[in-house]
């Protein structure tokens, strides 16, 4: 296929290079430059979209993507597959969805999960808002990138299955340092906590594939003195989608708001560039009353 790739960052341009070795014939185009192995650059962002079949969008935020799509909608050859695989608000990816469609295209979201590494190794799972037929259109080439799609319903659903995981996430990595935090001050050795929750009903991914503690469970960010993996920061974006989602349709999510602010402020305080998984030195440095 003739593919268009907007957004040629740490995600984007792995993903860019995995669809070109696999055969395809790839326009990429982002603000700095950048050239993926195998991929062409455009000087425009209308080079990177005119005469393409597929159009795939990897951009920083759902304002930044609202505009590229306003930009690039006149110029699309008809009946184009766009795909935004960017973490934006459910609004963002509605909106975005409804304009490529009112034009006679094909639209969906398909936001991803497994970082940088998945990207380059092409093992991200994708998850998926728009029609079925256009999520079967596009599921060849999220086959190339990543290893697991998931269909999720309409436009905005693969945007609302991200945030939900991520809160989940968020809440669930705060809590297992907690309870490291704690573990150390009751006196109990690390790894004997790891060996006791990692089997037993506190088990969690943040556990057992992502141990914030150093030197213990499988090689994580916290092996590497804390380098991401998966920035603080941007756990904290997602975070605030997940509140700003929450907002928009009256939901309660007390922990989620909690996750949110306690990424904040360890992000306002040194955290900012620093793996999510840090909250457990930064907590283990806190006392009960602060
Ligand atoms: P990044 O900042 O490395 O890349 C974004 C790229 O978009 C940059 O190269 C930037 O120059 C480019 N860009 C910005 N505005 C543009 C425009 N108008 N036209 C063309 N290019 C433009 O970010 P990333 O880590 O690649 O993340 C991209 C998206 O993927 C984000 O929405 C992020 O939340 C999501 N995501 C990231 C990860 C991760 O681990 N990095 C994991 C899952 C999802």
Not at 190 to 208: E, H, I, K, L
Not at 221 to 231: C, I, L, T, V
């Amino acid at each position: 296929m003739k593919i268009g790739f907007i957004g040629l960052g740490n995600m984007g341009a792995p993903m860019a290079a995995n669809l070109a070795a696999a055969g395809h014939d790839v326009i990429g185009f982002d603000l700095t430059a950048r050239s993926p192995k195998g991929v062409a650059t455009g000087a425009t962002v209308l080079d990177a979209v005119e005469g393409r079949d597929a159009v795939i969008t990897m951009l920083p935020n759902g304002a930044i993507l609202r505009d590229v799509a306003a930009q690039i909608g006149d110029a699309l050859s008809p009946d184009t597959l766009f795909i935004d695989c960017s973490t934006v608000d459910v609004d963002s990816a509605r909106a975005v969805a409804e304009l490529v469609t009112a034009q006679g295209h094909a639209a969906i979201d398909a936001p991803v999960s497994g970082g940088t590494v998945g990207a380059v190794a092409g093992t991200l799972t994708f998850m998926a808002g728009g029609t079925a037929q256009a999520f079967a259109r596009a599921l060849p080439l999220l086959e190339i990138m990543g290893q697991k799609a998931v269909y999720c319903g309409d436009a905005g659903a693969g945007q609302a299955a991200k945030i939900c995981n991520n809160m989940i996430l968020g809440a669930t990595m705060i809590v297992t340092c907690e309870a490291f935090a704690l573990a150390d001050k009751l006196g109990l050795d690390r790894q004997a906590m790891y060996d006791v929750v990692s089997t037993s009903s506190g088990q969690s991914w943040s556990m057992t594939t992502y141990c914030p503690a150093t030197g213990v469970g499988p090689q994580s960010p916290s092996d590497n003195d804390y380098k991401p993996g998966f920035a603080a920061e941007l756990m904290l974006k997602d975070l605030d989608l997940s509140q700003q989602a929450a907002g928009a349709v009256d939901a309660a999510t007390p922990l989620g708001a909690q996750a949110a602010q306690i990424y904040r402020t360890f992000v306002e305080t040194g955290g900012k560039g620093r793996d999510f998984s840090a909250i457990l030195p930064y907590l283990a440095k806190l006392g009960a009353q602060t």
